[in-house]
Nanobody, 118 residues
Framework: QVQLVESGGGLVQAGGSLRLSCAASGIIFSINDMGWYRQAPGKQRELVVAVTSGGSTNYADSVKGRFTISRDNAKNTVYLQMNSLKPEDTAAYYC????????????WGQGTQVTVSS
């Protein structure tokens, strides 16, 4: 099994920055891609950004140029640096990881709230 623990959420004014962290523990070798999803009230969960084990990234158009994902394989940790935050970025942010044998996002963190005030 794999456990994902997020940290770093909070309340910030529009234009501000936050950095989220996600630490993985457990059967790490079973992880392949890692990513961040978010879900705002009344909306579907959406992919924010994903990073492969090789470092390739895929960003949602809404966050390109503002958010940066990084992955430290030695620490089994992935980070999300969020700059120029907007009120529409307000959501619960979830760290997720794919199983190496299925390629599906089967591992999820508990979520961390990001609130951006206008």
């Amino acid at each position: 099994q794999v456990q994902l623990v997020e940290s770093g959420g909070g309340l910030v004014q529009a234009g501000g920055s936050l950095r989220l962290s996600c630490a993985a523990s457990g059967i790490i070798f079973s992880i392949n891609d890692m990513g961040w999803y978010r879900q705002a009230p009344g909306k579907q969960r959406e992919l924010v950004v994903a990073v492969t084990s090789g470092g390739s990234t895929n960003y949602a158009d809404s966050v390109k140029g503002r958010f940066t994902i990084s992955r430290d394989n030695a620490k089994n940790t992935v980070y999300l640096q969020m700059n120029s935050l907007k009120p529409e970025d307000t959501a619960a942010y979830y760290c997720a990881a794919t199983r190496a044998d299925t390629g599906e996002y089967d591992y999820w963190g508990q979520g961390t709230q990001v609130t951006v005030s206008s």
